[in-house]
């Protein structure tokens, strides 16, 4: 079938008005041009689609059919058009994001509350997971942006930070001394999970110097490594900028180290061959305030 959408457009303005002439007028253009489309259309079809009178026309009974189907059609293409128009305007739509448990609750909260005051009708969904579990959301398409203990090398990612990170060892005794990194290797030892990206990275620091870290605890939620040095479990590995409550209130202390662990950052990433919609684009910009 060689049938445009527009002829189409116009078959179904001269059906639902059962005139040429209204439906030309409707739609500025002639009813010579109106005549054209019908018969161009007819002649596709090899059938008659009006009943055409001196003054009036009617629909034949495949006239009829034709009409029920294609008006359909046009209106959900109407409501597809009229639903991205909304969507680009952030009138509706969905901002969907991964991120590990430690960045939702330290980090994105106070992003996510800003954006819901200025787009309160676009709905939000957190997927809470690791770094490496996000990068596989991110590229099945699962999430439109994903926020990532740093570094991640991946070639079909766009990766920015956001904000620097300091990884310290805590426990609930006040110290003063400096300690020799061997010596923090063997305290007893609560860290995060082996397949996070933030633990990978303080075991390369470590396996730099010939050492490795065998916790006596591990767990998922930096919360508890926190509570846990808190009530005197052993020595947590933490990030500095999330524990400055237990930090400032003496909760737990910092240890000196002769060889700290190097800065770090996190940083959200989105897939490069990707266009990201307009709900996420209006987030990245939040993020950059």
Same mark, same amino acid.
């Given at each position: ?7 189409? !457009?116009?078959?179904? $303005?001269?059906? @639902?008005?059962?005139?040429? +002439?209204?439906?030309? +007028? /409707? ?18 079809? &090899? ?16 006239? $009829? ?7 359909? #059609? ?5 409501? #597809?058009?009229? $639903?991205?128009?909304? %969507? ?17 609750? %330290? ?7 800003? %954006? ?11 997927? /809470? !997971? ?5 990068? &596989? ?11 990532? /203990?740093?570094?991640?090398?991946? $070639? @079909? ?21 400096? %300690? ?10 609560? =860290? =995060?999970?082996?397949? @996070? ?38 020595? +947590? ?22 060889? *700290?662990? *190097? ?21 990245? &910009?939040?993020?950059?305030?």
């Amino acid at each position: 079938m060689n049938i445009k959408l527009g002829q189409y !457009r116009i078959f179904n $303005e001269a059906a @639902s008005t059962l005139s040429f +002439s209204k439906a030309a +007028s /409707n739609l500025y253009i002639s009813q010579s041009a109106v005549s054209q489309s019908i018969s161009a259309i007819e002649k596709e079809l &090899e059938t008659t689609l009006f009943i055409r009178q001196s003054k009036s026309v009617s629909l034949t009974r495949e006239g $009829e059919m034709l009409y029920k189907h294609i008006n359909q #059609a046009l209106n959900l293409i109407t409501n #597809a058009e009229n $639903e991205i128009i909304n %969507y680009c305007d952030l009138k509706k739509g969905e901002l969907v994001i991964g991120a590990s448990d430690t960045l939702c609750q %330290y980090f994105l909260p106070p992003f996510l509350v800003k %954006y819901h005051q200025r787009y309160p009708n676009i709905k939000m969904k957190v997927l /809470n !997971r690791t770094s490496f579990q996000t990068i &596989e959301l991110l590229k099945s398409g699962q999430i439109d942006i994903g926020f990532l /203990n740093l570094p991640i090398m991946d $070639e @079909s990612l766009h990766i920015a930070q956001c904000m620097k990170v300091h990884d310290i060892f805590v426990s609930s005794k006040r110290d003063d001394r400096v %300690y020799k990194t061997k010596e923090i290797a063997e305290m007893p030892l609560i =860290l =995060l999970e082996k397949n @996070s990206n933030s633990r990978t990275f303080v075991d390369n620091h470590f396996a730099k110097s010939g050492l490795l870290l065998d916790a006596n605890v591990e767990l998922g939620a930096h919360e508890l490594l926190i509570k846990m040095a808190q009530l005197d479990f052993g020595v +947590s590995c933490v990030i500095k900028e999330f524990s400055k409550d237990y930090l400032e209130k003496g909760l737990v202390y910092e240890l000196k180290i002769e060889d *700290p662990i *190097p800065e770090r950052s996190i940083g959200y990433s989105y897939l490069k061959r990707r266009t990201l919609p307009a709900p996420t684009l209006k987030f990245l &910009e939040l993020l950059k305030e």
